[in-house]
């Protein structure tokens, strides 16, 4: 069974510039929830989708915006990207309190 | 608002001690709590799931406790091994499918 796939694995982008991450559910799990983590701190919460719906949204701003399509996977869309946003992008999956199932995560570099 | 602390932010023990994570949260109204092994670089592997009802829960050499009305959760690794070197991360779940609350980790060596 697989579990939570992410794409790309690492990516380089230039300031100003725009990206959209990738990340498919472990199979069963219908919720679909983003991390932002910055080295050497924990992962930070972006936003949860559940039923294509934006359910939840962490602390970050409206360059950051996603979607959720019928399939359950889901995009993560970082507009006018600033150095700041290099960090480790989790998606992570989940149904109902059984927890949470992360991704390998992609890594996004902006120089 | 829910926080949470680890610490040490590092450890350095010797293969075969017995060791224990600590993990604090300031609200104890929690649904559950996570944790998680992260290799460099890597993503994260949950490793025990504590539901608020529960105590504890135990995976091979792994044990984590739940205190949850002193806001405390260790995670008790036994025999430490060499591969047992990553990052141990601690989040607290405050509602069905609410976002996790992540401490900062800490990254355990274990020196052979």
């Known amino acids: 069974d697989a579990g939570v796939t992410q794409s790309p694995t690492h990516l380089i982008k230039t300031r100003g510039q725009q990206v959209t991450l990738r990340c498919s559910p472990k199979?069963?799990?219908?919720?679909v929830s983003w991390y932002q983590q910055a080295l050497g701190q924990g992962p930070q919460f972006i936003f949860q989708?559940?039923?294509?719906?934006?359910?939840q949204r962490g602390n970050f701003p409206d360059r950051f915006s996603g979607h959720q399509f019928p399939n359950y996977s889901s995009e993560l869309n970082v507009n006018a990207l600033l150095l700041g946003d290099s960090a480790l992008y989790l998606c992570?999956?989940?149904?109902?309190?059984?927890?949470?199932?992360f991704g390998s995560g992609t890594r996004l570099t902006v120089v | 608002k829910q926080e949470v602390t680890q610490i040490p932010a590092a450890l350095s023990v010797p293969e075969g001690e017995n060791l224990v994570l600590n993990c604090s949260f300031t609200?104890?109204?929690?649904?559950?709590l996570q944790w998680f092994r992260q290799d460099p670089g890597k993503g994260l592997t949950s490793l025990l799931l504590?539901?608020?009802?529960?105590r504890e829960q135990t995976s091979g050499r792994l044990n984590a406790s739940l205190d949850k009305s002193s806001g405390r959760s260790t995670l008790y690794i036994a025999a430490s091994q060499p591969g047992d070197s990553a990052t141990y991360l601690c989040a607290v779940h405050t509602g069905a499918n609410s976002k996790l609350t992540f401490g900062k980790g800490i990254t355990l060596s274990v020196r052979p």
């Open positions: 504590i539901q608020s009802s529960q």
């Open positions: 609200d104890s109204a929690i649904y559950n």
């Open positions: 199979s069963g799990h219908d919720t």
């Open positions: 989708y559940y039923e294509e719906e934006e359910r």
């Open positions: 992570a999956s989940s149904f109902s309190e059984y927890g949470y199932t």
